[in-house]
């Protein structure tokens, strides 16, 4: 399974979601809120081969984008492939930041679009602006986290050549659905955006993604195993330029 968005470092016990993840084969992408966050998170799960700790910048997090966060991010994204989450925040809670935001993401993905990487993206009421601005910096393959925009944004964000991940909250939403209807299976990856989630009131975890696999199956009307063989051959088109990156920099060091 496929989680491509999971705040590990945000549940009680990070260490024990960690070390089940592992035990069974769950590729993660851990993303955090600040380089901080980040350091501190890498510096426990850097060994752990299913899961990978995403540097991030969230846009409620505006008001603590300080300098020194922001120094952190451009060392820290010399080292790592996987950035997230990163985007923007448009609604009632993050508005009154705007500004602070665009400045941010300007910032990262100027530094970031050196090579392929995975980009986890929050997109709340910006998904234009958001699309816009990968574009000026010519970003490859990001991944829209649980996507509530416009139905009609969804067909240039793919056009783009960009993904989708989708949650267990989105497919008990009539919205969601919708939303999940629109996106081609060739597009799509699960997560959990644990633990902001909860699954017949319980906090989610990366098991619960078979929920999501579940409902995919019957939307493409195949079987679960080609649902989850599908999310996986999409995980792996983003995951391949990078290794191939990797492999090509050990060669000429």
């Known amino acids: 399974m496929i989680d491509a968005h999971c705040h590990i470092d945000l549940y009680k016990n990070p260490y024990t979601v960690a070390n089940e993840n592992e035990k069974k084969g769950i590729s993660t992408i851990a993303v955090t809120n600040l380089p901080s966050h980040y350091a501190l998170g890498y510096s426990h799960l850097k060994e752990f081969k299913y899961i990978r700790v995403a540097l991030g910048l969230h846009p409620l997090y505006a008001d603590k984008h300080t300098p020194t966060e922001m120094n952190k991010f451009i060392e820290c994204a010399k080292t790592t492939s996987y950035i997230g989450e990163i985007g923007l925040d448009f609604s009632r809670e993050g508005i009154t930041t705007k500004t602070k935001q665009l400045q941010s993401l300007r910032h ?42 416009s139905l009609y944004l969804i067909k240039a964000i793919v056009e783009e050549g960009h993904y989708f991940s989708i949650n267990p909250a989105m497919i008990e939403s009539a919205n969601g659905c919708k939303i999940i209807a629109k996106i081609p299976r060739d597009r799509m990856l699960t997560e959990t955006d644990g633990p902001f989630i909860k699954v017949e009131g319980n906090i989610v975890t990366s098991r619960d993604i078979s929920l999501v696999l579940k409902y995919l199956s019957n939307l493409w009307e195949c079987s679960y195993e080609d649902a989850e063989l599908q999310v996986k051959n999409n995980f792996n088109k983003i995951i391949f330029p990078i290794q191939q990156y990797m492999a090509r920099r050990d060669i000429e060091e």
């Open 108 to 149: 990262v993905l100027s530094h970031i679009s050196d090579r392929p990487r995975f980009i986890s993206l929050h997109s709340r009421r910006a998904e234009s602006t958001v699309l816009q601005m990968l574009k000026e910096f010519s970003i490859q393959q990001a991944v829209f986290h649980w996507y509530s925009g």
